[in-house]
């Protein structure tokens, strides 16, 4: 896949493919970037420069190698600093704009999503993933379902941009969840013909398709998050 664009008003995000499956994001503003996640450079500098962007800083959701990889190239090169997902969450302003760093523990014990509420949109690294959610990967059941509820309370226009593309394995994952989903259906049959559109959803769709999302007790979530992991 390539580089998808997506305007929000005078913003633009840069949807970069990196290594396999990873994607990592450049929010776009007057001429300057911030960068979420860095999981390989090179693709990143060629965004930078086919786009005249100038580099402001990074943004980690946790610290997997295919999250961080690229950071230090990318720091030594262009003289950028990246802001660490142990750092507490908080409120901060970035080109022009607010951020809110939230912590979501869950995949990992530490790890960050980014929400910009004037764009309405999320960057969820591996908490919520287009259709499904990470792994459990040294936080616990309770934390992560915790973590996925404060994503739901956000607005269902919020459009969601993950850290990887696993849609069609997690659309058939639901479809066996629930057989008869047709919105779940529509976004598996959505991929062959539009990758982006059906990947990158907002959270009301995610709600619609994703089983994670779908669950109301830990107990739920716990018992479908182990039906996926040997799925």
């Known amino acids: 896949m390539k580089t998808t664009r997506f305007q929000f008003n005078e913003y633009e995000v840069l949807a970069v493919p990196v290594l396999r499956d990873n994607f990592v994001y450049l929010v776009c503003h007057a001429g300057d970037a911030v960068l979420i996640d860095a999981g390989e450079a090179q693709p990143v500098f060629e965004a930078l420069e086919e786009n005249d962007l100038r580099l402001q800083r990074i943004l980690v959701t946790h610290t997997h190698h295919d999250h961080i990889d690229g950071c230090r190239d990318i720091m030594d090169r262009l003289g950028v600093q990246a802001m660490s997902p142990g750092v507490e969450g908080h409120e901060f302003s970035i080109l022009g704009t607010v951020c809110r760093s939230i912590s979501t523990p869950g995949h990992m014990a530490v790890h960050k999503v980014y929400h910009f509420p004037a764009l309405g949109v999320l960057f969820a690294g591996d908490t919520l993933i287009n259709g499904?959610?990470?792994?459990?990967?040294?936080?616990?059941?309770?934390?992560?379902?915790t973590s996925l509820l404060k994503i739901r309370a956000l607005p269902d226009d919020t459009c969601i941009f993950g850290g990887h593309d696993y849609l069609v394995a997690s659309m058939e994952f639901a479809l066996g969840v629930e057989p008869g989903n047709a919105d779940m259906q529509a976004r598996l049959e959505l991929y062959r013909s539009d990758p982006a559109a059906a990947i990158f959803a907002t959270l009301g769709e995610e709600k619609k398709t994703n089983p994670f999302l779908r669950v109301d007790t830990v107990e739920e979530f716990t018992a479908l998050r182990k039906q996926k992991d040997s799925f």
């Open 132 to 145: 499904a959610c990470g792994h459990l990967r040294g936080g616990t059941a309770e934390q992560f379902f």
